[in-house]
């Protein structure tokens, strides 16, 4: 019989638990049951130290042909975490992820769920731009994941929103195909968190297979709700 909120207080001194900063989940399940409450200003030194760290990475022919790295954008508070590829020519120029072609149309598929660019929190796989916008390499990817889940547990999200091909082998591996994947949610794992995660198709192959879009549309309706359901509040 699952136990009533007397029983759980009869067994978690909560008022320690505050006073901990220790935030408790209860579930019947044996997993992710505490979590350790992260105020803004740790969260911005985390940010910090991990920008200082990918600035600092050596022997990257991606850093080394780029202008800039190409960080994040948003609003690190959020609760939904989109992670894309890596920038193109116009976000190597101004430092920013999402500012291109397929940034606009990023914008206006948020919009089109009632969320604002402002309200969500966005980086890519790669903080550097790949030399003539190719694709990032398995060994890449692979160096770069490590970075990105480090992002990824920085920011804690509650949905996390991985968009085209690169962002999906970065957590999951090149073993899979994105247009059998998209449209389900998964769980990855991050430092013994579990993370709810969708794939989907990047903003820049819907402009160049705008067919593709109406899967993309069914997969945004099933973020949105997924965001009512577990009441997110955006």
Not at 68 to 92: A, H, R, T, W, Y
Not at 108 to 119: G, P, T, Y
Not at 129 to 136: A, E, T
Not at 176 to 183: A, L, P, Q
Request: proline share 3%; with cysteine; glycine share 6%.
């Amino acid at each position: 019989m699952t136990l009533n909120e007397k029983n759980q207080n009869d067994i978690i001194d909560t008022e320690l638990l505050n006073e901990l900063g220790i935030e408790y989940e209860f579930s019947e399940q044996p997993i992710n049951r505490f979590k350790k409450s992260v105020s803004n200003e740790d969260k911005s030194d985390q940010l910090t130290k991990l920008r200082v760290e990918i600035e600092n990475i050596d022997n990257c022919e991606l850093k080394n042909s780029a202008k800039n790295l190409v960080f994040s954008d948003g609003n690190s508070s959020s609760k939904i975490m989109i992670v894309g590829e890596g920038p193109g020519q116009k976000e190597d120029e101004l430092g920013k992820p999402f500012v291109g072609d397929a940034g606009e149309l990023l914008n206006r598929m948020l919009k089109a769920i009632n969320l604002d660019r402002e309200n969500v929190y966005i980086t890519n796989v790669v903080n550097y731009r790949p030399p003539n916008n190719r694709k990032p390499e398995v060994s890449e990817i692979n160096r770069y994941s490590e970075y990105l889940r480090k992002h990824i547990s920085i920011i804690n999200p509650e949905i996390l929103v991985l968009m085209g091909s690169t962002a999906m082998e970065a957590l999951f591996g090149n073993k899979i195909r994105i247009s059998k994947e998209r449209g389900k949610w998964k769980d990855v794992i991050i430092n013994d968190k579990t993370f709810l995660t969708m794939i989907t198709f990047h903003p820049a192959y819907l402009l160049r297979q705008a067919e593709q879009k109406k899967y993309s549309w069914a997969d945004l309706k099933e973020i949105r709700m997924r965001i009512d359901k577990i009441g997110l509040g955006i």
